[in-house]
T-cell receptor, first 111, second 115 residues
Framework: GENVEQHPSTLSVQEGDSAVIKCTYS??????FPWYKQELGKGPQLIID?????GEKKDQRIAVTLNKTAKHFSLHITETQPEDSAVYFC??????????FGTGTRLKVLA | NAGVTQTPKFRILKIGQSMTLQCTQD?????MYWYRQDPGMGLKLIYY???????DKGEVPNGYNVSRSTTEDFPLRLELAAPSQTSVYFC??????????????FGPGTRLLVL
């Protein structure tokens, strides 16, 4: 089955700096790569996703890059703000709807 | 649209008791999912459904049952509660066609404590 790892597990950055979170997966059949943000006491919310035929996708301050050869994809947040503080999860899937979530990265943006 | 709603928000069960966690979505999504999230961990898929009358096991189905009699509702049943089932349970839904994954929308969660 799919083995998913996220690094780092915690990340503290100063407001305005950039943050990068990496997700490594094992199933070469994975073709859909979403990132979710979970705020305290709430359910996860999709913030950006990418499909296997695309190498990079950007949405304002958030971007995702995909390296299928190396089997990893990364979340990039620029100009971080306090409201970006949350836990971020990746959940690559090979198209079976059996999403495997990473263990999460706790991001703290220090004002 | 209310999105995905879950009830109850919090419940305490005694070992051996049973209960049903309710999940309803009003977005006419065909796919629905149940996950559990243990403290400090990611989400693990319990069961999912691709449409009314169709359900399938996820990563951790033991101790749970589901049914999908309508598009809107996807209840999760715990028959004999055990302490290992203490967790936060999330329901999610998505609209998928042509076997293409689409955005999952999550409910607010149900916190379950089994003592």
């Amino acid at each position: 089955g799919e083995n998913v790892e996220q690094h780092p597990s915690t990340l503290s950055v100063q407001e305005g700096d950039s943050a990068v979170i990496k997700c490594t997966y094992s199933d070469s059949a994975s073709n859909y790569f979403p990132w979710y943000k979970q705020e305290l006491g709430k359910g996860p919310q999709l913030i950006i996703d990418i499909r296997s035929n695309v190498g990079e996708k950007k949405d304002q301050r958030i971007a995702v890059t995909l390296n299928k050869t190396a089997k990893h994809f990364s979340l990039h947040i620029t100009e971080t703000q306090p409201e970006d503080s949350a836990v971020y999860f990746c959940a690559p899937t090979p198209g079976t709807y059996k999403y495997i979530f990473g263990t999460g990265t706790r991001l703290k943006v220090l004002a | 649209n209310a999105g995905v709603t879950q009830t109850p928000k919090f419940r305490i069960l005694k070992i051996g008791q049973s209960m049903t966690l309710q999940c309803t979505q009003d977005m006419n999504h065909n796919y629905m999912y149940w996950y559990r999230q243990d403290p400090g961990m990611g989400l693990k898929l319990i069961y999912y459904s691709v449409g009314a009358g169709i359900t399938d096991k996820g990563e951790v189905p033991n101790g749970y049952n589901v049914s999908r009699s309508t598009t809107e509702d996807f209840p999760l049943r715990l028959e004999l509660a055990a302490p290992s089932q203490t967790s936060v349970y999330f329901c999610a839904s998505s609209y998928s066609r042509h076997n293409r994954e689409e955005t999952q929308y999550f409910g607010p969660g149900t916190r379950l404590l089994v003592l």
